[in-house]
C-alpha cells in the first residue's frame, strides 16, 4: 500500500469562475495555480493540493457538505485579506476550546473556516 492510501488526497471547490476564485486565493492566501483549460485550474500551496472547477453541469456550492478550514499564524490579517480580495464574513471570529475561528464566503459561494491556535 501507498503512503496515500485512505488519506484525503485532493479537495476541489466549485467555481462560478475560474479567474475570480485565483485571483481571490492568490491574494488572500498566495497559492499558485496551473490551469487545464477555462473551466478548471489546480492549486497548489494550500497544504494540500486541490483545484477549482466551473464545469456548469454539476457546480453547486453545497453549504452542508465538507467543510475545509485553514490555518491562520494571524487570524485578523487573513481577516482584513479576505475582505480586501471581496470575500465576505460570514460567521464572526469566535473562541473555542483550543482556539479561535471566523467563516468566510469566496467569490463562488463556497464557505470555508480560518482559524489560530489559542496562545499558551
Known sequence: ?????????YIELPALSVTDMKAF???V?????????????AFHG?????GFDADKTYISPQPA???VILYSDDLAATESAIVTAGGTIKVPTY????????HFMDP?????????????
Open 1 to 9: 500500500m501507498s503512503d496515500n492510501h485512505h488519506k484525503i488526497h
Open 25 to 27: 486565493y492568490g491574494t
Open 29 to 41: 492566501f498566495g497559492w499558485t495555480f496551473t490551469d487545464y483549460g477555462p473551466t478548471y485550474a
Open 46 to 50: 494550500a497544504g494540500i493540493e486541490g
Open 65 to 67: 457538505g465538507a467543510f
Open 95 to 102: 473562541n473555542f476550546p483550543g482556539g479561535k475561528r471566523f
Open 108 to 120: 463562488s459561494g463556497n464557505e470555508l473556516g480560518v482559524w489560530v491556535e489559542a496562545a499558551s
